[in-house]
């Protein structure tokens, strides 16, 4: 049955970004995280109704989704 | 028409047509086959796996301890944001890796990939009773969901016992008939469903007792000072305690052996398109959040019987709500239980089926192995129920609870992916005793060191461990470079 699942085997992205991805999700947490949530831990300035400690948490998501285009585009664009 | 029995119609209409999606998915598809029931033939599509693995996130911690976690704990609960946006990053660079060697060497399960790479027969048994262990803790928590909102939406019409047994007993169907494929087409109508539910009451909620985002917060702001950042007076959390339960959840998350093992159920590209969608499903979550962040001051804690209950007391008590939006609330917190229950329920079945009975007896035609996996969802699916309705223990600590013993795998799973040094006696040494640390921390001791997260703690001593031992023992054979080259 495994034999039968060739392709699935195979890499299927053109190229390999895996280091700069570690990277990229090691910044995703660290801003998540104290110390560097502590510079936007606060109440003001609201942004969009929503007080800056969360405003900052769906800024990053928004980054971070942006973020997940680039890597997929850029891995998956390549010539075989 | 009273407006429990609309809500009695709408939750019934809505589980009917989940019975019939789940059901029909299985067909057409081989009933005998391990490989369909387990992996669905390894070829899901990318919708599907959107809302499998989305279905995970909208779980009932999500839409009942969400807002309970805002009404209670303020911006602590930001953490739910936070790691539902970062739970699946990790898997972007392991589950093409995992998929690969899965489909070589036709794997299923966690316990089959850790019990191979490390030539070891006890790892994967281990793996496999941890698992399901979990497992049931878990689902405990995703019944409990259930049968609260039923029971409460309906005004104590369906006890508690019934309305867990009509909406579990239609997951433990669906599963049993149509595998994976029955928990994945499930969760697309679960998924939408929940979305479209926690906007509109998320907003309602809001509206109805405020002039708006801004305003609710200023409000909080002013007459609680501190609850809208972590770790200040007046918060429900202290930073290192943020932190570390993030931390614990981020690494955690995907070495849940339900969604390890979807890494077996398609390829690298939808893998990593899967990963693309989880912003997406945290901003989602924002509005939950929402709903729980408006009650603070309108509601006052006494009259709740736990901060979980907050968003049923809400609808029932406070807003006057109209049956149709009882219905939707009703329909949308099952949608939310059922899409994880269904996840966990099919893996518990695996993991026992594979990891458990398979080692012990390995020559069990396919025929009887099937049997087990289907028989097993029925006897996982009663020990889960009868815990729920007779055990008892709060939402969130439950889960965090099962949490801190899964992200226990971590060191072995990465170190299979990239460090050629590990042994089995590594893994073994740092398993057991980060479980038990981890339990010691969370159930003996009242508080840990620095206000640590006892997953972490436990972390800590497995890596050291699963180094340590690994560099004084002998690694079996030479599967090391299959494995990290894959």
């Known amino acids: ?80 | 028409m009273e407006k429990w029995v609309v809500a009695l119609l709408a939750m019934s209409a809505y589980l009917v047509f989940a019975f019939i999606v789940g059901v029909l998915a299985g067909r057409g598809r081989s009933f005998w086959s391990v490989s369909e029931y387990t992996v669905a033939d390894r070829g899901l599509g990318l919708v599907l796996m959107w809302f499998l693995m989305g279905g995970t996130v909208f779980s009932a911690f999500a839409f009942l301890g969400g807002p309970g976690w805002a009404y209670s704990k303020g911006a602590a609960s930001f953490y739910i944001l936070a790691y539902t946006c970062l739970g699946l990053l990790p898997w972007y660079l392991i589950g093409p890796k995992v998929a690969r060697i899965g489909a070589r060497k036709n794997f299923y399960t966690m316990g089959e990939f850790l019990g191979d790479r490390y030539d070891s027969r006890a790892i994967q048994v281990l793996v496999g009773v941890i698992s399901v262990l979990a497992f049931i803790q878990y689902l405990t928590l995703q019944i409990k969901g259930m049968a609260y909102v039923f029971n409460v939406l309906t005004e104590d019409a369906i006890p508690i016992w019934l309305g867990a047994l009509i909406s579990y007993g239609i997951v433990i169907v669906y599963v049993a008939t149509s595998g994976v494929r029955g928990a994945a087409w499930s969760d697309v109508l679960q998924g939408i469903l929940m979305l479209l539910v926690a906007w509109v009451v998320g907003y309602t909620v809001v509206y109805s007792f405020h002039d708006g985002v801004a305003d609710m917060f200023r409000g909080i702001e002013a007459s609680r000072p501190g609850f809208l950042t972590v770790g200040a007076e007046g918060s429900g959390m202290s930073p290192m305690s943020y932190t570390t339960i993030l931390l614990v959840s981020v690494i955690g998350f995907i070495m849940w052996p339900h969604l390890f093992t979807k890494s077996f159920t398609t390829t690298e590209k939808k893998i990593k398109q899967t990963v693309l969608v989880y912003p997406l499903f945290a901003i989602f979550l924002v509005p939950i959040l929402f709903i729980g962040f408006a009650a603070v001051g309108v509601v006052d804690p006494a009259q709740l019987t736990g901060p979980d209950t907050i968003l049923p007391h809400l609808v029932t008590h406070e807003m006057g709500a109209s049956g149709i939006v009882y219905g939707l609330i009703g329909a949308g917190a099952l949608a939310a239980a059922m899409s994880s229950a269904d996840a966990i329920t099919h893996g518990g079945s695996v993991s026992f089926g594979r990891d458990i009975i398979q080692p012990l007896k390995p020559d069990l035609p396919e025929r009887t192995q099937i049997w087990i996996m289907r028989l097993s969802v029925i006897a996982i699916g009663t020990v889960a129920y009868y815990l729920s309705i007779f055990g008892a223990a709060g939402l969130v600590q439950l889960l965090v609870g099962a949490y801190g013993s899964i992200v226990q795998f971590a060191p072995a799973v990465y170190g299979a992916l990239w460090w050629r040094r590990g042994t089995s006696t590594g893994v073994i040494a740092g398993l057991v005793a980060g479980i038990a640390v981890n339990y010691y921390f969370q159930l003996v001791q009242p508080a840990t060191p620095l206000d640590i997260n006892a997953g972490i703690l436990g972390l800590i001593v497995n890596v050291v461990l699963f180094v340590g031992m690994s560099m004084v023992t002998n690694p079996a054979g030479s599967r090391a470079d299959e494995y990290i080259k894959a």
């Open chain 1, 1 to 80: 049955m495994a034999m039968e699942d060739q392709p699935a085997v195979a890499r299927e992205s053109t190229r390999d970004a895996s280091k700069a991805f570690a990277i990229f999700t090691a910044v995703m947490v660290l801003v998540m995280i104290f110390p560097i949530y502590g510079f936007a831990n606060k109440v003001e300035p609201m942004v969009l109704g929503m007080p800056f400690s969360l405003f900052w948490i769906v800024a990053w998501i928004g980054v971070e989704f942006v973020g997940l285009l680039c890597f997929i585009a850029y891995e998956f664009s390549g010539e075989r």
